[in-house]
């Protein structure tokens, strides 16, 4: 156990903990995207920042992918800390507009305008139905295609994934709620036309999944 304070509130925390696990061990919010308990953290999407303290110095950190040191200090909501989370999530929903889980962010953080150029898309690629496919199932049906303003969710080199199970949990785990119909079907289509396509079984519930 160590000793850390998070919000001028003092705890003793277990040595192992990110800066997020142990803010929540003790009721304190952060908000976050990209991260579940479920998966290693990857701090893709940054909204989890927080103020930390340690030495004497300050810096900005993800709180999901910080470890916990002795006599660290934290800070969750400071007017630096609200003032960063309200860009990212307005760059966000730039990016999404129609998203509501952005939107129920953006009330969260007090966000009133976007200013920035509005696309279209519909995923904010918080890789959460990459990672869920690679550690949860065990496979790699889906994976990052492209790079830079490109990037987005597709499976690997757009070819026939023989891998996919159709277990959905990628479907289950997006939060923006949009990993559905589509690029399942995509996948199943691609799935379809796969000269080596056989009966999958998955790695953790043992059900088999024919499609
Ligand atoms: S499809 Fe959903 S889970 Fe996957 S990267 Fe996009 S927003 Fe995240
Ligand atoms: S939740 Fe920590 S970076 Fe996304």
Do not use: W
């Not at 850390?4 to 009721?27: C, K, M, P, W, Y």
């Not at 307005?90 to 007090?110: F, T």
């Not at 987005?152 to 277990?167: D, R, T």
């Amino acid at each position: 156990m160590i000793p850390i304070t998070i919000n001028d509130q003092q705890f003793e925390i277990s040595n192992d903990l990110t800066v997020l696990e142990a803010a929540r061990e003790h009721g304190i919010h952060i908000p976050t995207l990209c991260y579940h308990e479920a998966l290693e953290s990857v701090g893709a999407c940054r909204l989890c920042v927080v103020e930390v303290e340690t030495n004497g110095r300050i810096r900005t950190a993800a709180s999901c992918v910080t470890p916990v040191a002795p006599n660290m200090i934290i800070r969750t909501n400071t007017e630096k800390i609200q003032q960063l989370r309200r860009v990212l999530v307005e760059l966000l929903l730039a990016r999404c507009p129609e998203l509501k889980v952005l939107h129920d962010l953006a009330r969260e953080v007090g966000l009133k305008e976007v200013r920035f150029f509005k696309e279209q898309e519909d995923c904010f690629l918080c890789g959460l139905c990459v990672r869920a496919c690679s550690e949860i199932v065990g496979v790699n049906a889906v994976g990052f295609g492209d790079r830079g303003v490109k990037n987005k969710v597709e499976p690997p080199f757009l070819k026939a994934s023989n891998v996919c199970i159709s277990c959905g949990t990628c479907t289950t785990i997006c939060p923006a709620g949009t990993f559905h119909l589509e690029r399942v079907d995509r996948l199943k289509t691609l799935h379809h036309f796969h000269d080596e396509y056989h009966e999958e079984k998955c790695r953790v519930c043992g059900d088999h999944f024919i499609y």
